[in-house]
């Protein structure tokens, strides 16, 4: 009993002595955000691959646009209590009424101390592309709606500034545990969209600037509500998981601030244990990964939902009991 007692000592000595990571990433990932922006900008020290990758979509644009398109949002670590693996940050912006979606892919080194970067990626929206980013278009015409349409909305739909961004995370996902349909209507933008249209705005008018043969479909719209709560429902009946338990995934990262033409952000969030060989537990159940995504946009300094789910990485054994 001894010597199995001195075994389990000599491994947690060992397993502390290791580097331990540092949940607080808002300065890092923030730094690395602004090191690639700047190295584009001044067309120094670009990494092979990003400057290959954006060499095509530079001539298709414009150096002039491409600043704008790469200048990041700035991170908030909001809770440090879970542990982050991987991060996807992807931003839409409107220039000159074009939409460019930039995506930025944050990962943990193979230690899972630091965080290294990869990308931007910016991509020009248009055409058939349009077609399969309807959410990018309904965000960009609700950034286009006049100001008396907007302003006709319920006065508390949105928040003033991103400083209400958490409490907006929170009241849309209970409302989603909740399958509460009718707070998603003053808390989401395709919610906004469906009251604007009941309100008498040309929905339609302002699709046409992007897809000519589209008409708004307000019962779509609310579908596409009603399929995240269906979605919800079934992660937490998989985890048997409250909202509490899941709330600190939720809250681990908030927006600091929006660079000028960016009008949506969303991030994609993967959370497992420090020691990969590990699973992570949500809920009563244990999972290699848990993932939260969830895209908010931001019209007329007012911040909306767009979408927020939560997924789960099953190993191969629990796929049958797993409802994606």
Aim: glycine share 6%; net charge negative; hydrophobic share 40%.
């Amino acid at each position: 009993m001894g010597r199995v007692l001195l075994i389990l000592v000599l491994i947690g000595s060992l397993v502390g002595c290791g580097e331990k990571t540092d949940e607080n990433d808002t300065d890092q990932l923030n730094a690395l955000f602004l090191n690639i922006a700047e190295a584009i900008i001044t067309g120094k020290d670009v990494p092979h691959d990003t400057e290959y990758g954006l060499k095509y979509v530079r001539q298709r644009i414009g150096d002039s646009t491409i600043e704008k398109a790469v200048t990041p949002p700035t991170l908030k670590r909001v809770n440090p209590s879970v542990h982050v693996d991987s991060l996807q940050v992807n931003a839409l912006y409107k220039i000159n009424g074009a939409l460019f979606n930039t995506k930025w892919h944050f990962k943990r080194n193979e230690e899972g101390t630091e965080w290294t970067l990869m990308g931007p990626t910016v991509r020009d929206i248009k055409g058939h592309d349009l077609v399969y980013n309807t959410e990018d278009v309904l965000i960009a015409c609700l950034d286009n709606m006049s100001w008396d349409a907007f302003n006709a909305l319920e006065p508390d739909m949105g928040w003033e500034s991103s400083d209400d961004l958490l409490l907006l995370l929170e009241k849309t996902f209970n409302a989603l545990v909740d399958n509460d349909i009718g707070s998603l209507m003053f808390l989401t933008a395709p919610g906004a969209l469906v009251r604007a249209d009941e309100e008498g705005t040309d929905i339609t008018h302002l699709i046409s600037d992007y897809l000519p043969d589209r008409k708004f479909d307000p019962e779509g719209t609310t579908e596409y509500l009603k399929d995240q709560i269906r979605h919800t429902a079934d992660i937490m009946k998989y985890c048997q998981a409250d909202a509490k338990e899941v709330l600190p995934y939720v809250h681990a990262y908030s927006i600091d601030s929006m660079p000028e033409y960016c009008i949506r952000v969303s991030l994609s969030i993967t959370f497992t244990r420090p020691e990969k060989n590990l699973g992570i537990t949500v809920g009563e159940r244990s999972m290699k990964g848990f993932i939260v995504d969830w895209s908010a946009a931001r019209v007329n300094e007012k911040w909306f939902m767009d979408s927020l789910l939560i997924n789960c990485l099953v190993t191969d054994m629990a796929k049958g009991l797993y409802k994606p």
